[in-house]
């Protein structure tokens, strides 16, 4: 399986775009922020990982991530899928109870804590599809 994304780059840009999306909207942002979930995601097909956590009271953002595994802050949940998979659940194409049933999101750590996030982040996928169809709409699906 290929990535859709025309570089390791792109990739960066677009998930660097989303997760922003999602720290400074004014629902999404803060419930995120209080659920205090910690994750590391691993995308195997770019030898990529970001760890992600809610923003502490010394930042301005909601969340904040990094794009290594050298962070001072321990994952409460990991994730490892394909970039097609993570652009397909951006846009609302992939389920992840799903995905994980079925081997396409290999899922390890406290996967409840992860799944309670959904309702949060649903809101992103309208506005991730209308980033992509505008700036990148060979990741349309």
Do not use: C
């Not at 677009?14 to 994750?39: H, N």
């Not at 899922?107 to 309702?119: C, F, N, T």
Request: net charge negative; proline share 5%.
């Amino acid at each position: 399986m290929s990535s859709p994304f025309a570089s390791t780059g792109e990739f960066r840009e677009v998930i660097d775009k989303t997760f922003a999306m999602m720290s400074e909207d004014s629902e999404m942002g803060p419930k995120l922020r209080d659920a205090d979930t910690p994750q590391r995601f691993e995308f195997e097909d770019l030898d990529l990982v970001v760890n992600i956590r809610a923003g502490t009271d010394a930042e301005a953002a909601n969340l904040h991530w990094e794009w290594t595994d050298d962070v001072d802050w321990r994952p409460k949940v990991q994730m490892k899928m394909s970039s097609e998979v993570a652009n397909k659940y951006f846009q609302g194409k992939e389920n992840i109870a799903i995905a994980i049933a079925r081997r396409r999101i290999k899922a390890g750590g406290d996967v409840k804590a992860a799944l309670q996030l959904i309702p949060i982040t649903k809101p992103v996928y309208a506005r991730y599809r209308d980033m992509v169809e505008r700036e990148y709409p060979h990741l349309a699906l």
